[in-house]
Nanobody, 123 residues
C-alpha cells in the first residue's frame, strides 16, 4: 500500500506561481511513475504531468499541451517526493490537483491516489 500526501495548493492571482509537493510513504525508487492530475468542477480528471521515478529510470517527463512551458514536474528520490512547479498560472488552471503513483511490478498494475489539493487562480 502506498500513501500519497499532497501539499502546496492555495489561492493565487493570474500570473503567479505555486509549487505542489507529493510525498510518498515508500521509496519512490520502487514506484514506476508518478504524476499530477487535476479535476475542475463538472469536468473529467485529466493528466497534467508525469515523471518516471523507478531507480533505473531516466526521469522522463510528459506534459499536457495546456501546461507545457509553464509547469515543471521533478522528483527527489532521497526525499520520496515529486514536485509540480506551476508558473504563470491562469484561471483555467483552477482545479483540485491529485498526486498519482503507478506500480507496474504487480499484475495488474497498482494505482494510488492522494487526497487532492485545491488550486484556485483568480483574475
Amino acid at each position: 500500500q502506498v500513501q500519497l500526501v499532497e501539499s502546496g495548493g492555495g489561492l493565487v492571482q493570474a500570473g503567479e506561481s505555486l509549487r505542489l509537493t507529493c510525498t510518498a510513504s515508500i521509496s519512490i525508487s520502487s514506484i514506476n511513475r508518478m504524476g499530477w492530475y487535476r479535476q475542475a468542477p463538472g469536468k473529467q480528471r485529466e493528466l497534467v504531468a508525469q515523471i518516471t521515478t523507478s531507480i533505473r529510470s531516466s526521469g522522463s517527463t510528459t506534459y499536457a499541451d495546456s501546461v507545457k512551458d509553464r509547469f515543471t514536474i521533478s522528483r527527489d528520490n532521497a526525499e520520496n517526493a515529486v514536485y509540480l512547479q506551476m508558473n504563470n498560472l491562469e484561471p483555467d488552471d483552477t482545479a483540485v490537483y491529485y498526486c498519482n503513483a503507478v506500480v507496474t511490478v504487480s499484475v495488474p498494475p497498482r494505482v494510488y491516489w492522494g487526497q487532492g489539493t485545491q488550486v484556485t487562480v483568480s483574475l
